[in-house]
Each structure stands twice: as C-alpha cells, then as structure tokens.
C-alpha cells in the first residue's frame, strides 16, 4: 500500500485552501512532498496522519489515499479493500470537458471483479471511491467520508451575536495558517465575540483572548463558556503578559463603523501592533486580518491574501514570521 494522499478543495477560497493544507502538513509531517494536481486538487507523497489533518481542515471537501495517478485503472482492490465491504463510486468533474459515466460505471465492474466481497452500496458505503477529472489528466482514490469537515457553525445561534463577528470558516483557516499544534498556546488581542478562539478551541488548542471593550469580552465569555479559553478585558497595545509563553497569534482587527478602534485610526492601530509583535513574538507565526486599504509595507510577511467581502470592502489577510 502506498503512502500517497489526495486532498479536494470546494469551491470557495481555494487559494486559502491551499495555503491551509500545506501549512498543516508542514505542522505535522514537515518532510513530505505536496504538490498541485491541480487548482482544486493536491497530492501528498508520504505517510501522513489522515485522520489529525482532516478533522481540522475546513476548506477540504473530500480527501484519502490516492489509487491511481493515470488515466488507466492499475491498483489492486484487494490490497486496499480488505477492510471494508460495501463501497460506491462517484465521478468529480473538475475539468471544462465532458466525461461519460461510463468511466466510473468500468471502475465499479473492476472493483467487484478484483474484490467480490465488496457490495454496492449507494446509501451507507464504508468507502467512496472517486473518479477525478481534471484539465491535467484524471486520478482514482477512496475515501471513507463523503465530506470531510460540515463544522461549519452558524453565527447567529452562538449565545452571544454581534455584527463584527469573523465568520467560523475564516477563523479556522486563520488558526490553521498558524501552524498551531495541539496544547500550544494562542493568542488573539483584538477577540470580539471569540470566533477565533471557539475554532481554535475545536482542535484543542490552549487559547487566551483580549479585547478593550468589557461588554465584547462578556460576549465572548458567553460563547466560549464550555471551554478553557481565558479571557482579558485590556488593550492589545498594552497586554498585562509576557509573549513569552503564547505560541501564535491569530487576530481579526477592528474595522468598519461598527468596531470602535478606541478614537485611534485603522491604520496607525495596525502599524503600532504589528511594530509590538515584531519584538515580542521573533520566530512565532501570527496570522492577521486587515482592511485593505490600510496595508502597510511589512518586512516579515512570509503569505498574504485578498479576501473579498463586497465591492466596497477587500480585506487582507497576512502571516507574519520574523
């Protein structure tokens, strides 16, 4: 059996998707290869813990132990299948042609010819097996999810809502291009309600938020009550701690009418907290969201994206390591 792993994006911010999964593999197994496939399909070529990496990936829809990388059908069923008894097959057109299903109704002839223990089972198969195409070729492997991660909460039913809050997906992403490991500690200065530090949290990830605001930082008490997060009411610029302890920072900062910056512009709030961790956290990954139109020429930024909000508002998302 082979040590080689596909991994397929949604649809929706792939480059991110992609920026989080190589960050993740680099966490955990920083020795394996990950190369592009394509713009919606990464290949893994090395042992990796599957099962860590998926539970925490959100932009991931389907991923697993890749079969075949050809247009031909050359795997063995029964070196891959013997724990399994019902499967199904599924084709991913990710290419601007046409493919007939025939071809996943020929793999499906394969699978029970080689492994005649296998059953169909379109309803509750232990495995799906996928038929991939793309503009670059096609590719066959199996997963034992049909979707890899549906965390996707809702903001609205959290205990405490407000309108500035950071949706949970980009949250996660944000902690995730941290390279953040289990037990390590994260610190958001700027929480607001704690989306960041609630997904955070998920992946059993010590967490400490702060905010200037003492009713944001009831609200975030509120949604992170049945976890360990510790929550400060004080301002970013002046944290009453040592850097010394925090592994990483993620932080969504203020922005809009609605999130008050304390009289002190966007931009001047930015250039200060940056120019603080630059000191404090040399050597340490922060990840941080911005509006665009403050950005600033950074000496440390190792990635950045555009995050499209509407037409009036791109944001920017950076991570620093210095």
Not at 70 to 90: H, L, M, Q, V, W
Not at 126 to 152: A, C, P, Q, W
């Amino acid at each position: 059996m082979n040590n080689k792993y596909f991994f397929i994006y949604g649809g929706e911010h792939v480059e991110l998707a992609g920026a989080e999964l190589r960050a993740l593999v680099k966490s955990y197994h920083p020795d394996v290869l990950l190369q592009n496939l394509e713009r919606r399909v990464s290949i893994v070529d090395g042992y990796i813990d599957l099962q860590k990496i998926t539970s925490r990936v959100i932009c991931t829809k389907y991923a697993g132990q890749l079969l075949s990388l050809s247009d031909g059908i050359n795997f063995d069923p029964e070196e891959y299948f013997r724990s399994y008894t019902k499967f199904a097959c599924k084709l991913i057109n990710l290419s601007q042609k046409y493919v007939s299903i025939e071809a996943v109704s020929n793999l499906g002839k394969y699978i029970k010819e080689k492994s005649p223990w296998m059953q169909v089972s379109l309803d509750n198969p232990d495995i799906i097996v996928l038929y991939v195409v793309t503009n670059n070729g096609s590719m066959i492997g199996f997963t034992e999810h049909k979707y890899v991660n549906s965390r996707v909460k809702e903001l609205r039913k959290r205990p405490y809502f407000h309108n500035v809050a950071l949706e949970p997906r980009l949250s996660r992403i944000m902690v995730n291009l941290t390279m953040v490991r289990e037990n390590d500690l994260l610190l958001d200065p700027f929480c607001g309600t704690g989306s960041i530090l609630l997904e955070a949290e998920d992946m059993n990830i010590r967490t400490v938020g702060c905010d200037i605001f003492a009713s944001m930082c009831y609200g975030a008490l509120a949604n992170t009550l049945n976890t360990q997060s510790c929550i400060v009411n004080c301002d970013a610029l002046s944290l009453p701690f040592q850097f010394k302890d925090i592994n990483v920072i993620a932080t969504d900062l203020p922005y809009g009418i609605s999130a008050s910056t304390m009289k002190r512009l966007p931009k001047t709030l930015l250039k200060e907290f940056v120019s603080l961790i630059s000191d404090e956290m040399k050597g340490k990954r922060c990840c941080i969201m911005y509006k665009n139109s403050d950005e600033l020429l950074f000496n440390n930024v190792v990635e950045e994206y555009n995050i499209y909000e509407h037409k009036s508002l791109t944001r920017k998302l950076i991570v620093l390591c210095s």
